[in-house]
């Protein structure tokens, strides 16, 4: 059985792309998401599909950063599932493929029964099992440089920004306003029957196409600018 794996490390990002991506190269594979950071153990849906899965299923990532973005956590990741048999397929890094892995291994010389001959094949053999680890190890470890550089750029950003004067964030007592926001009170205010409209509250949410929290938080606070009012 083939699942997919897909992550993202803040609720903004847009998730459909790596679903997209799997999709596309496996049409039939059953997607496990979430929206977490990859440098935070214990993620939900990641132990649901560690758990699922059998010898011989497949787990297709976007790219190793969606499995860990902790090198060493996602090489112990990587060799546990490997040891079970589990195939692991990285649409972006597929040189650290499970099934190139196998084959780096399996490239090994076999035991020619002459001592001195053995001992030499065997340490080669050793060498190229090291130099597969190596590339896989490196892929998780480029993946971990990479986040830090982003926070890193981000944190200078910010710093430069801030030396140049301007404003970082919400000014303290403002109110961030999302885009939708005012039309939708509008809607809400024009139509609802609690502020004299013909639709009821469930008919509204539909109307404003917003969900129940949202809505009857716009709602309050509709109440609240009328009596201010």
Known sequence: ????????????????RQERNILASFPNAVIFKEVYTGVVINRHAWLKLSKAVRKGDTIVFDSVSRMSRNAKEGIEQYMELLDKGIELVFLKEPYVNTENYKQALSGGVELVGNDIAD???????????LLAAKQIELAFEQSEKEVMDIRQRTKEGIETARLNGKQIGLVKGSKLIVKKEAPAKELIRKHCKTFGGTLNDIE????????RNTYYKYKREIKEELTEE
Request: glycine letters at 2%.
């Open 119 to 129: 001992v030499y094949i065997e340490a080669t053999n050793k060498v190229l099992k």
């Open 1 to 16: 059985m083939v699942f997919g794996y897909c992550r993202i490390s803040k609720p903004t990002q847009n998730i459909e």
């Open 204 to 211: 509204c949410i539909k109307l404003a196409n917003l969900s």
